[in-house]
């Protein structure tokens, strides 16, 4: 699957590192930061990462439209939600 962080250059490394670290993800590479078009302070990184449901603790997520959901299970796609900088999670 593949990732896009936006967000400073900060905050993308660390949202990149959080990833790497996350149980049941396996990450497989992470771009550069790429600046953002126009006048912006923001980037974009690219992480591709895949689930390892092979993992003995593979998590259980939440979808927005089903509920819980086991890993590596398919279900419809659900909607995007984007963070603003004020925190407020907003559906695309």
Known sequence: MKIRLW????????AAERLMRTPGLL????SEPRPDQGASV????YIE???DTQSP??????SARSGPVASGTTTA???????????SVRQA
Not at 7 to 14: A, M, N, S, V
Request: include cysteine.
């Open 7 to 14: 967000g400073t250059g900060e905050e993308c490394r660390l």
């Open 27 to 30: 990450v497989l590479s992470v």
């Open 42 to 45: 923001l980037v974009r990184v």
């Open 49 to 51: 990462a895949r689930l």
């Open 57 to 62: 603790d593979a998590p259980t997520y939440v």
């Open 77 to 87: 796609a659900a909607p995007t939600l984007r963070i603003s900088e004020k925190s």
